[in-house]
């Protein structure tokens, strides 16, 4: 009995640390690393780069903030792009800048239910929105349409303590 006792308390705090392990979560001041995996037509990944530099802008002024933009995938990422540039930001890639107004910027597109959840991260913020994939408006091709509220979590930075 004493055999069997010891056994079950073992394996109780060996699924306590487990499922506590699986709750962790980043913490710190770090970015997400930018990764797509899901997989988006170019209308798609252009009306989810849209929405979400059109929420980024809400956080982030556009006229004097230049996104460092880290990633690389190759349907999301020039539309992010893109979506930037025309809004206003300067976008830097794979550079190396001494600017004091310079964001880093990463994203992360995985399959969730039936669409697909986006999250773009900088150091101030963190926005998170789910998009369903399919036809949107009356052309009938085949775009994304945000399916949730958008989550905005606002980082404190380490000189507003």
């Known amino acids: 009995m004493s055999k069997l006792l010891s056994y079950l308390r073992f394996s109780a705090a060996l699924f ?9 979560t980043m913490g710190g001041t770090g970015l997400i690393q930018s990764e797509v995996t899901a997989e988006l037509s170019t209308e798609a990944a252009g009306s989810i780069a849209a929405d979400m530099v059109e929420q980024l802008a809400e956080h982030i002024g556009p006229a004097s ?3 460092s933009l880290r990633g690389n995938d190759i349907v999301f990422g020039p539309a992010l792009e893109a979506s ?21 910027l990463a994203y992360s597109i995985d399959p969730f239910a039936d669409g697909v959840l986006v999250r773009i991260s900088t150091l101030k913020v963190e926005l998170t929105r789910m998009y369903t994939l399919g036809t949107t408006g009356t052309t009938g091709t085949a775009g994304a349409v945000p399916a949730s509220p958008l989550s905005v979590m606002q980082r404190r930075s380490a000189d507003r303590s």
Request: hydrophobic share 45%; with cysteine; aromatic share 4%.
């Open 65 to 67: 903030t230049t996104i």
């Open 84 to 104: 930037l540039r025309d809004k206003g930001y300067a976008v830097v890639t794979d550079q190396a800048t001494t600017e004091a107004a310079v964001e880093p």
């Open 16 to 24: 306590c640390l487990v499922v506590l392990a699986a709750c962790q």
